[in-house]
Nanobody, 119 residues
Framework: QVQLQESGPGLVKPSQTLSLTCTVSGGSITSNYYGWTWIRQSPGKGLEWLGVIATDGMTYYSPSLKSRASISRDTSKNQFSLQLSSVTPEDTAVYYC???????????WGQGTQVTVSS
């Protein structure tokens, strides 16, 4: 059974960088065919795909983030991370990590972590 767990600060000040880590257990982030993904849900809005790191380490991001996002991984710890720079209150959301198993298909999710951007 694959499990994902997000961790990181719940409060970030405007203009700072949001940093979250997803720890994966029960499966390797280097296993073929999966995309390790960050998704968020802002208050009153639907799910927003932020980006993905593939098993070969390639990364892809949502154009809406305008190059503010960076996804990296630590294979020795079986973790992948999201950094989002220059945050504003509009980045306030519940952030999820998930395993992508195909086009717009996610078979395992973390429980989500609330991040609030406020001074």
């Amino acid at each position: 059974q694959v499990q994902l767990q997000e961790s990181g600060p719940g409060l970030v000040k405007p203009s700072q960088t949001l940093s979250l880590t997803c720890t994966v257990s029960g499966g390797s982030i280097t296993s073929n065919y999966y995309g390790w993904t960050w998704i968020r849900q802002s208050p009153g809005k639907g799910l927003e795909w932020l980006g993905v790191i593939a098993t070969d380490g390639m990364t892809y991001y949502s154009p809406s983030l305008k190059s503010r996002a960076s996804i990296s991984r630590d294979t020795s710890k079986n973790q992948f991370s999201l950094q989002l720079s220059s945050v504003t209150p509009e980045d306030t959301a519940v952030y999820y990590c998930a395993r992508g198993a195909g086009w717009d298909t996610y078979d395992y999710w973390g429980q989500g972590t609330q991040v609030t951007v406020s001074s």
